[in-house]
């Protein structure tokens, strides 16, 4: 599992101008079963996604390809975390640590 924190390097009004792509871009993980959660920092100066994958180059190929990233207009901070404990509603990813 993984937590992607977005920080914008860029003015609101630049980031405004590209969020419906951004937009379009998370449904599209969701629909692939990639993003559990995400939304906005308070105070907005970033987001943040809640998402698992099979290893960190695929998360890195998916950060890399947010219209955000692509129009310079943000930076993901990646990390990953072992899910061993999980709300009901997330049984499906809880994890085992590696032996």
Same mark, same amino acid.
């Given at each position: 599992?993984?937590?992607?924190?977005?920080? !914008?390097?860029?003015?609101? %009004?630049?980031?405004? @101008?590209?969020?419906? =792509?951004?937009?379009?871009?998370?449904? *599209?993980? !969701? =629909? @692939?079963?990639?993003?559990?959660?995400? *939304?906005?920092?308070?105070?907005? %100066?970033? *987001?943040?996604?809640?998402?698992?994958?099979? %290893?960190?180059?695929?998360?890195?190929?998916?950060? *890399?390809?947010?219209?955000? &990233?692509?129009?310079?207009?943000? =930076?993901?901070?990646? &990390? =990953?975390?072992?899910?061993?404990?999980?709300?009901?509603?997330? %049984?499906?990813?809880?994890?085992?640590?590696?032996?």
């Amino acid at each position: 599992m993984f937590v992607l924190e977005l920080t !914008y390097t860029a003015p609101l %009004d630049r980031i405004d @101008a590209v969020l419906p =792509e951004h937009v379009t871009w998370l449904k *599209g993980h !969701y =629909e @692939a079963g990639t993003f559990l959660a995400s *939304g906005r920092k308070v105070p907005r %100066d970033g *987001g943040m996604i809640l998402a698992v994958a099979e %290893d960190r180059a695929a998360i890195e190929a998916i950060t *890399g390809s947010d219209p955000f &990233t692509l129009a310079g207009l943000a =930076e993901y901070r990646v &990390t =990953e975390f072992v899910a061993t404990t999980t709300a009901p509603v997330l %049984d499906g990813f809880r994890e085992q640590l590696p032996a």
